[in-house]
């Protein structure tokens, strides 16, 4: 009985071990593929270029709310962004046309408040700069600065075209303890020179990933 009881005992205290080399877990993963919009407000779905996608969006955005949460130290948030079409980046053409700006929140608090730009560098060697990788404003990039790939096809106003569309793939690290999360993707675009702004620039998200991290 003694030799039992020590043999459970030791079980328990490797069971125990184990746990704690464990120290990520994927908690929430959506590539959209089944229709998935659980959690999800303001969910829109859409088929871009063989995927499905969460979009597109233009002057909104979504919410997603995850709940029971186990125990952790960091949560790491990632998904792909696709901006499409003619987004000018940090222009400003009193209020025409620009700044074309794109936030990612977590509970509340910014991690991603910059301007994308799909324009392309002109004749006279003039790049219409974007912000990112920095937050708008007073950053100063080439259009496409970070993108994952910046040679997919558009989708509206310059559908089909090659460079229409842009991919850049997000990924934060944030310090978090709570049993719940809410992370909001939103826009702030501008074009007033058209009856059909959504045509003219949006963008979606692909492949949201998000796991819980222990130190
Ligand atoms: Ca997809
Ligand atoms: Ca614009």
Not at 36 to 50: D, F, Q, V
Not at 85 to 91: R, V
């Amino acid at each position: 009985m003694k030799r039992l009881t020590g043999i459970i005992i030791l079980w328990l205290f490797i069971g125990s071990c184990a746990k704690e080399v464990k120290n990520e877990e994927e908690v929430y993963f959506n590539d959209f593929e089944t229709n998935k919009i659980e959690g999800i407000g303001n969910a829109i779905l859409e088929n871009y270029n063989g995927s499905m996608v969460l979009g597109r969006y233009n002057a909104s955005g979504f919410d997603l709310n995850l709940s029971n949460l186990p125990n952790h130290k960091l949560v790491e948030v990632s998904f792909d962004l696709y901006i499409h079409d003619s987004w000018e980046g940090n222009k400003v053409s009193g209020g025409v046309d620009g700044p074309d700006i794109w936030k990612f929140m977590v509970d509340g608090f910014l991690y991603v408040n910059a301007t994308f730009s799909n324009e392309n560098c002109n004749n006279s060697g003039f790049c219409p700069p974007q912000s990112y990788p920095s937050d708008f404003p007073n950053a100063y990039n080439n259009p496409k600065t970070g993108a994952a790939n910046p040679n997919l096809p558009g989708v509206c106003s310059l559908s089909g075209k090659i460079g229409g569309t842009t991919l850049y793939k997000i990924k934060k690290i944030i310090e978090h303890s709570k049993s719940t999360l809410l992370m909001q993707c939103r826009d702030q675009l501008t074009q007033t020179n058209t009856s059909d702004p959504k045509c003219n620039e949006s963008w979606s998200v692909d492949n949201i990933r998000v796991k819980v991290i222990n130190l």
